[in-house]
């Protein structure tokens, strides 16, 4: 972070930082494939995120900035997305990367009051 580097957590297995991740700015991560079952990433600035093939299931993502994150394959099944923001990540003059969610799973993932637009 102190250098500006993303930070990189491929194939990791994230479980121990349970809540540590709460609120934490980390715009550009890249997970894939990553597990995060049960993580609370509550208030997180995820902008640009690859969760490509991360098993997110249980998450907490409430009121997380998810704009422009790639979640093909991610596992997203019970996930709390309440109040999270989805919408396409502004990259300059009519430039925007939107949230790309092909094959994902979503069964039972709240998205209540989450910001779907763009």
Known sequence: ????DPAIFDGMDLRPLSDRLRGFRLPAMRAKGACMVGLDLSGAQLQGANFEGADLRGVNL???DLRGARLTRANLTKANLREAVLGALPL??????PVICGGARLRYTD????????
Request: net charge positive; aromatic share 4%; hydrophobic share 30%.
């Open 1 to 4: 972070g102190a250098t500006g």
């Open 62 to 64: 409430r009121g997380a």
């Open 92 to 97: 300059g003059p009519g430039r925007s990367a």
């Open 111 to 118: 998205f209540s009051g989450a910001d779907l637009s763009g």
